[in-house]
């Protein structure tokens, strides 16, 4: 989570896996998938609607589910 808003981050790291003992090879193509995948289950968007949208829809879906989920568990 600290990396999901940055615009600035370790992409050989999270992406490629270049060092394997902080991100596992591909973390950020795994993290950045739920996220779509969370949003298509969640909103039902076209696949039209989907592509033009910003990051942050996800971003934001991402937190609402987190803080549901937060409170549900207690």
Same mark, same amino acid.
């Given at each position: 989570?600290?990396?999901?808003?940055?615009?600035?981050f370790p992409f050989?790291?999270?992406?490629?896996?270049?060092?394997? @003992?902080?991100?596992?090879?591909?973390?950020? &193509?795994?993290?950045?998938?739920?996220?779509?995948? %969370?949003? $298509?289950?969640?909103?039902?968007?076209?696949?039209?609607d989907i592509v033009?949208? @910003?990051?942050?829809?996800?971003?934001?879906? &991402?937190?609402?589910?987190?803080?549901?989920?937060? %409170?549900? $568990?207690?």
């Amino acid at each position: 989570k600290p990396h999901l808003e940055s615009t600035s981050f370790p992409f050989e790291q999270m992406f490629l896996g270049t060092k394997p @003992d902080e991100y596992p090879r591909y973390s950020g &193509y795994w993290v950045g998938y739920n996220l779509v995948v %969370q949003y $298509l289950h969640d909103q039902y968007p076209s696949i039209s609607d989907i592509v033009a949208l @910003d990051s942050s829809n996800f971003i934001e879906q &991402y937190n609402n589910q987190f803080k549901s989920d937060s %409170q549900r $568990l207690g």
